[in-house]
């Protein structure tokens, strides 16, 4: 099993970056997906989540109407489109996959730099 996560770097306040996350080793369309972060000295928070076949999604406020995720099953990705980040997104973000039945991954973490 593995899920790797890529697209993570240095950005300027206001710019853009797509993190994606490329799942193997399991049936990526029964897992429903999400995204987490965690900057400096904090716990690792919820960023994102997305369900099975995208059915629904849901996002943290701090990132509502910036972030969006989505994922192709086609692909075995979830994605993380962000949007006008800020010096506060700045954090190391980590995908995880779940199911109904207590079976999760967590990839190894990509980190997003927000600085001027």
């Known amino acids: 099993v593995q899920l790797v996560e890529s697209g993570g770097g240095l950005v300027q306040p206001g710019g853009s970056l797509r993190l994606s996350c490329a799942a193997s080793?399991?049936?990526?369309?029964?897992?429903?997906m999400s995204w987490y972060r965690q900057a400096p000295g904090k716990g690792r928070d919820l960023v994102a989540a997305?369900?099975?076949?995208?059915?629904?999604?849901n996002y943290a406020d701090s990132v509502k109407g910036r972030f969006t995720i989505s994922r192709d099953d086609a692909k075995n990705t979830v994605y993380l489109q962000m949007n006008s980040l800020n010096l506060d997104d700045t954090a190391v973000y980590y995908c995880?996959?779940?199911?109904?039945?207590?079976?999760?991954?967590w990839g190894q973490g990509t980190q997003v730099t927000v600085s001027s």
């Open positions: 080793g399991f049936t990526f369309s029964n897992y429903d």
């Open positions: 997305i369900t099975r076949a995208g059915r629904s999604t």
């Open positions: 995880l996959a779940a199911n109904i039945f207590g079976s999760s991954f």
